[in-house]
Each structure stands twice: as structure tokens, then as C-alpha cells.
């Protein structure tokens, strides 16, 4: 059974700092591709970050620079390691895998597991 469980949300002040986790279980996720994605109050889900298989990183505009996906194999987890954080990054993050790809997506339609999310707030 796959499973994904995130931790690390919290809440912090603009300008802040906060490393989310993604424990994998259920499946080899090495082969798979990996993402973060995010949603607002009041607003559709986004893709935050993702990987293809190869571990080849994309990141949504708004983050570029401030924030880094990767993953430790070995220990089957995600990160996502967030800096300069803004109050509009505030939502549920969730993490998410998919089949392999080439090419990281951050189109959220290609993921079919996902985890139960964890809050993250950014105060100003």
C-alpha cells in the first residue's frame, strides 16, 4: 500500500525558514516522479516543486530561488526546504508521486498518490 506522510508545517514569520518531509512507503519511489504542491485558502491546488525520476528539479515561478526539492533515496524522503518565506505562501502543502517521467511536471493531473498535507503559515 503506498503511503505518504508529510511533516515540518508550522508557522513562521515573513522572512523565515521551514524544511518540510515526505516519508515514502508502499513502493520503490526512486522510480517514480515526486512533487510538492500546495493550496490556499479559497484557491485551487498549485504545483510548488516536483521531480522527474532522474531527480531533474522544476520549481512554480513564485518560488524560484527560495525554495529546493530533493529526496534521499536512502531513506525514501522528500524535502522541500523553503527560505524567504512570504505570507502568500501560506496553504496545506502536499506531497505527491506519480509514474516516471523524463521531464518534471508540475501539472498536478499526472500525480496519483498524494499525502494528507501539512499546514504551513506565513505571518507578515
Known amino acids: 500500500q503506498v503511503r505518504l506522510v508529510e511533516s515540518g508545517g508550522g508557522s513562521v514569520q515573513a522572512g523565515g525558514s521551514l524544511t518540510l518531509s515526505c516519508e515514502v512507503s508502499g513502493y520503490s519511489y526512486d522510480t517514480y516522479s515526486m512533487g510538492w504542491f500546495r493550496q490556499a485558502p479559497e484557491k485551487e491546488r498549485e504545483g510548488v516543486a516536483t521531480?522527474?525520476?532522474?531527480?531533474?528539479?522544476t520549481y512554480a515561478d513564485s518560488v524560484k530561488g527560495r525554495f529546493t526539492i530533493s529526496k534521499d533515496n536512502a531513506k525514501n524522503i522528500l524535502y522541500l526546504q523553503m527560505t524567504n518565506l512570504k505570507p502568500e505562501d501560506t496553504g496545506m502543502y502536499y506531497c505527491a508521486s506519480g509514474p516516471s517521467r523524463t521531464v518534471p511536471t508540475l501539472r498536478e493531473g499526472w500525480f496519483n498518490y498524494w499525502g494528507q498535507g501539512t499546514q504551513v503559515t506565513v505571518s507578515s
Open positions: 521531480l522527474n525520476t532522474a531527480g531533474d528539479p
